[in-house]
């Protein structure tokens, strides 16, 4: 099985979490698409089946599918990546631009999940807020699914990391030799001459 790939691999990075966001976010552009061609349908029912309105219909029908494709195409692309060095946050904006910010995971000090709403309720799933030292603003991983999962195993990631640096720095540094004093030369003090008494 081929290992997925992610923006700018690195040598020898492994990829330990490959998230999206959830796909609980394509129910209501669905849902407009649907409700779209539900209306066009009963003005067709009760109006009269015209040419006029016919067209309307495969219009709004040809609208709404171009409408959820470039939905749909958004929402996949949009994707995160955890792995053993740092998070690769890939968002796709529109269908021809794109936003990745990537962030080292020895700059993480801080890391919190939120679920809100009923749809992130029931569906598990909500924001992962990254802090780094440093920056004023949280990167946040919108919209994942599974956020608490995702969260707690950042939070031991990042856990380890920290206590590697601190036992890192806490082993016992060998011994110096004790620097031995210098032995300066003596100064050289002339002698009073002596007067021989007759």
């Given amino acids: 099985m081929k ?9 020898g990075e492994e990829l330990i979490i490959s998230a999206g966001k959830h796909w609980y976010l394509l129910s209501w552009p669905l849902a407009k698409v649907f409700l779209g061609l539900v209306l066009v349908f009963i003005v067709l029912r009760f109006l009269g089946a015209s040419i006029y309105f016919t067209i309307a219909f495969f219009l709004w029908a040809g ?3 171009t409408y959820f494709i470039t939905t749909y195409i958004i929402w996949s692309k949009s994707k995160y990546y955890v792995t053993d060095q740092r998070i690769i946050r890939n968002e796709q904006l529109t269908l021809f631009a794109k936003k990745i910010t990537e962030i080292d995971l020895s ?25 780094s030292y440093g920056a004023p603003k949280p990167i946040i991983l919108k919209n994942v699914a599974n956020a608490k999962n995702i969260q707690k195993k950042l939070s031991a990631m990042i856990s ?10 806490n082993q016992k540094r060998p011994e110096m030799p004790t620097p031995q004093p210098v032995s300066h030369p003596k100064k050289y003090v ?9």
């Fill in 3 to 11: 290992e997925e790939e992610f923006p700018e691999q690195r040598e």
């Fill in 63 to 65: 609208i709404g599918l």
């Fill in 107 to 131: 700059n993480i000090h801080n890391v919190t999940y939120e679920v809100s709403g009923v749809g992130g309720a029931t569906f598990n799933f909500g924001n992962v807020m990254l802090q």
């Fill in 160 to 169: 380890d990391i920290n206590n590697s640096a601190a036992n890192g720095s």
């Fill in 190 to 198: 002339p002698r009073k001459p002596q007067i021989e008494k007759e």
